[in-house]
């Protein structure tokens, strides 16, 4: 059997849906069903279905653990092998960092990860946050409400990809793109005319690099 039919057997064992699992991996359905068919997934996916299955990438691998159980609930707080990213609320303000940190307990626990999801891509813990998108600038590769994890150590621009920045006064999600020289915000929404792209210079400050999403919309 190859990692495909192990990684089925596992979700079908802890009731995890296929709908489910391509929301947390920021996937399609048909892509999970790709996975079961091929068994060919890439290691940052390979990652995140261990994390949501509670078990390790080598045992996923080795199909160790199909049709088990948990032995017991794996204690969450203060866990050093599944680091937690606090779920926040962002605010623009003047000052040395240029926005304010509310820390939001009444939406939802924390985002928890393996400790190998971190160390596989650099990421510190204490150093990024999880917040709610708001708008339809994003349309459609986030939505409202759509929950995105962001790497605040991650403030220089790299083309084509998405970061929270400060600007005008407000939080906002844009994919970063340099054209002729210069960097600007731009909106994944079709409609260019509502949301036009914008300078991203010396006035706007960059939060962090969007690196994960959690979504309902497939």
């Known amino acids: ?35 079961f068919a091929t068994g ?9 279905v261990a994390n949501r299955l509670d078990v390790s ?5 080795s199909g160790t653990g199909d049709h088990e159980e948990p032995k017991r609930p794996i204690e969450l707080s203060d866990n050093p092998d599944y680091p937690a990213i606090r779920r926040v609320s962002l605010k623009a303000q003047a000052g040395v960092t240029g926005y304010a940190v509310d820390y939001m307990n009444d939406d939802g626990p924390p985002i928890v990860f393996r400790k190998d999801w971190y160390t ?25 409400g759509d ?12 083309d084509g990809i998405a970061f929270v920045c400060i600007y005008e006064g407000e939080v906002v999600v844009k994919r970063l793109v340099r054209d002729s020289g210069q960097w600007w915000l ?33």
């Not at 990438?57 to 691998?61: A, C, G, K, Q």
Request: charged share 25%.
């Open 1 to 35: 059997m190859h990692i495909g039919t192990h990684i089925k057997k596992l979700m079908t064992a802890k009731r995890v849906s296929g709908k489910e699992m391509a929301a947390f991996c920021g996937v399609t359905p048909g892509a999970v069903s790709g996975w």
């Open 40 to 48: 060919r997934i890439s290691k940052d996916k390979l990652l995140l």
């Open 57 to 61: 990438v080598e045992d996923l691998i």
């Open 120 to 144: 596989l891509h650099g990421y510190r813990p204490e150093k990024m946050m999880a917040l709610r998108v708001a708008g339809e600038s994003m349309v459609p590769s986030l939505y409202a």
């Open 147 to 158: 929950l995105i994890v962001i790497n605040s150590l991650q403030t220089e621009p790299k």
């Open 186 to 218: 731009t909106s994944d929404n079709a409609d260019q005319r509502r949301h036009p792209r914008k300078a991203c210079d010396d006035s706007t400050q960059i939060v962090g690099e969007v690196v994960y999403r959690q979504t309902e919309r497939i």
